[in-house]
């Protein structure tokens, strides 16, 4: 079973293209709906929370979860990586437990889509102040010039199904024309939320026909492909039998209402709580 993991629904969009690439697989998406927004939370309390949510997702059986969350990839993803797996795997005595962010394989496409060599990130406040993107574009692409934008109201927008309506236009503009006025030669935006596809209409209408909108869905999902095909061991734990189930820790009722706009199908979700109980016990 694979665990897809996010702040809360956003994920789904990279869920929906990872199940597009690799239907096979069992999925457990777990929403941690009742504390979303992370993205305006600080280094600390996001990296508790991604830990409790892994391990919750390791404990239902997952061997590899994936943070399909920019803002959990950004500040939680490194120290779980480095710190919290080295212990769990000496403890268990087998290194197959992993966890992947959704930064990197972004990072890693973006070479091959930009002409000018100006890219727009648009993202959380969170992702933003981590400089994750900046950082590790220029460790892959030097000369690529990046230019970020934090988004502020687009998540509890998209959380709360306002971002339909024309007082989301507003806020979808300004963000849009402020990333353009700090660099006019940027040729690619990318979409560094994984809610943000929800926009993506609507971004789309106030940018520029020259400028490409890159969202992260397929990127990650043959970024994932490709991992398990070299990684065979780990490929091996993932049980194939095509299921996905939903988690949340907000009300089901909730989940399923709001899940079904990015799913565009009836979810059903199971209501879990996530505390700090469960985070220790992964270190
Ligand atoms: N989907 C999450 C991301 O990619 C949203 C973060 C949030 O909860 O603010 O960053």
């Known amino acids: 079973m694979i665990g897809i993991f996010d702040s809360g629904f956003g994920g789904l969009t990279i869920l929906r293209s990872i199940r597009r690439h690799l239907p096979q697989y069992d999925y457990l ?8 927004p992370y993205g305006t939370r600080s280094f600390e309390v996001v990296y508790e929370y991604t830990l409790q949510a892994v391990q919750y997702l390791f404990a239902q059986g997952c061997h590899l979860v994936i943070l399909a969350c920019n803002t959990a990839s950004a500040k939680a993803l490194r120290s779980i990586q480095q710190r919290d797996l080295p212990l769990l ?3 268990e005595g087998s290194s197959l437990k992993r966890v992947l962010g959704v930064i990197r394989p972004t990072v890693e496409a973006i070479g091959g889509y930009t002409h000018t060599g100006h890219v727009g990130v648009l993202a959380t406040p969170g992702t933003v102040s981590s400089g994750s993107y900046p950082i590790e574009i220029g460790k892959l692409y030097p000369d690529i010039c990046v230019t970020q ?4 109201m687009w998540v509890p927008l998209i959380e709360n199904n306002e971002h339909g309506n024309a007082g989301a236009d507003w806020f979808v503009q ?6 353009l006025q700090k660099d006019a030669a940027i040729d690619t935006l990318l979409l560094a939320c994984t809610h943000y596809p929800l926009l993506e209409e609507k971004i789309r209408r106030v940018t ?3 400028v490409r909108l890159l969202s992260q869905g397929d990127i990650v999902a043959r970024s994932l492909e490709d991992y398990l ?3 065979a061991g780990l490929e091996r734990t993932c049980t194939q039998g ?7 820790t907000e009300s089901e009722e909730r989940f399923a209402a709001s899940a079904a706009i990015f799913t565009g199908t009836p979810v059903t979700a199971r209501h ?3 505390g700090s109980g469960a985070a220790g016990s992964l270190r």
């Not at 998406?29 to 979303?36: E, I, V, W």
């Open 29 to 36: 998406y777990l929403g941690d709906n009742a504390r979303t």
């Open 89 to 91: 795997w000496q403890r």
């Open 149 to 152: 934008q934090a988004c502020p």
């Open 174 to 179: 300004k963000y849009v024309h402020e990333i």
């Open 208 to 210: 520029p026909a020259g």
């Open 229 to 231: 095909m070299r990684h």
């Open 242 to 248: 095509a299921t996905c189930r939903y988690l949340t």
């Open 272 to 274: 879990i709580e996530l």
